[in-house]
């Protein structure tokens, strides 16, 4: 694992410690001893390995291997969490349990139980040693289910109110936006509603952090995503597209891309966010687009934003 200084975008600056309130995602619960066989038969993610000490990312696809969700999971035993965009947990929760009637697995949305924060920050490390004890692994599973996820430019946390309310004493929350621009600089694609069950994984980048599992057994959408990796025929990659604007962009933006004496709509923004006056997304364009091309939004066409590069490579698909 990286550490925070080592991809931290030079644009933005980075805190001491700043704790987020990232109320912006929900937790969808799996409960039951088929809950990790069950899993593993729907998505991409290898459940099989997930050790209680580690998380990783996967995402849950259709049948033609489009991805309605992205997540990250994590758990102990036969209990196994994921986390990921509330709008898109109402749709991915209705669509697992299809197929989790066949299965001894109980599926339910349990985010009004916890509350979910983003911890960055130079002294973030120190902070959650002194307040929750030395990590193992990537994750720490407490005695009451709390649960602690490292992360390349920081933690998230998933608390009791018990120890929401001690970590809130001690640090005031912020708001998500300093969050969202970090891990959005980070190449990390958090899949919303408006765009579940629109992009193959590999259209957003989900092989290079090691999103998708090629070793594993038969998951849903699994004949597609191995087609893309061994066949091509990817044409699309999640870029990070950066820059100052004067006011929060509408619900209809659009990204466009100049050509020329011209500009065009270019791609599909994922997802957004503003801090300190710059505009922050990440969208899936074509993979050939160059890093010099420049953008704009179409309302707010007079200014200019520009791509940002990933701290990944994609050499595989």
């Not at 290079?208 to 091509?232: H, L």
């Not at 707010?300 to 701290?311: D, F, I, K, N």
């Amino acid at each position: 694992m990286k550490s925070a200084a080592a991809i931290w975008p030079v644009s933005i600056s980075q805190p001491s410690l700043a704790l987020c309130q990232l109320s912006h995602f929900g937790l969808l619960q799996l409960k039951g001893e088929q809950a990790r066989v069950f899993l593993n038969g729907q998505v991409t993610a290898d459940i099989s390995q997930l050790a209680d000490n580690q998380w990783r990312f996967g995402a849950h696809c259709d049948p033609k291997g489009k991805a309605l969700a992205t997540f990250r999971v994590f758990g102990r035993g036969d209990c196994l969490t994921l986390l990921m965009p509330t709008d898109t947990l109402a749709i991915d929760l209705v669509q697992m349990q299809k197929y989790a009637v066949f299965s001894k697995v109980e599926l339910s949305d349990v985010s009004a139980h916890w509350q979910i924060f983003g911890l960055l920050g130079s002294d973030a490390e120190q902070f959650i040693t002194a307040q929750f004890g030395d990590m193992a692994g990537t994750a720490l599973v407490l005695d009451d289910g709390s649960s602690i996820l490292q992360c390349d430019y920081g933690y998230i946390l998933v608390l009791s109110q018990q120890h929401a309310q001690a970590v809130t004493h001690q640090h005031a929350p912020v708001s998500a936006h300093l969050w969202q621009a970090v891990e959005i600089a980070a190449g990390v694609a958090n899949i919303g509603a408006e765009n579940s069950g629109q992009f193959v994984p590999q259209m957003f980048n989900w092989q290079a952090i090691d999103g998708i599992s090629f070793t594993k057994g038969c998951y849903m959408g699994q004949e597609t995503i191995a087609r893309m990796k061994y066949r091509g025929g990817n044409k699309r990659a999640l870029y990070v597209v950066q820059g100052e604007i004067s006011a929060p962009i509408e619900s209809d933006t659009q990204l466009e891309m100049n050509l020329g004496d011209n500009w065009r709509k270019a791609g599909t923004i994922i997802e957004s966010t503003m801090l300190d006056g710059r505009f922050w997304c990440s969208a899936v364009l074509a993979n050939d687009t160059a890093m010099d091309t420049q953008f704009r939004l179409s309302t707010q066409p007079e200014l200019r934003l520009s791509l940002m590069a990933l701290p990944y490579t994609l050499d595989s698909e």
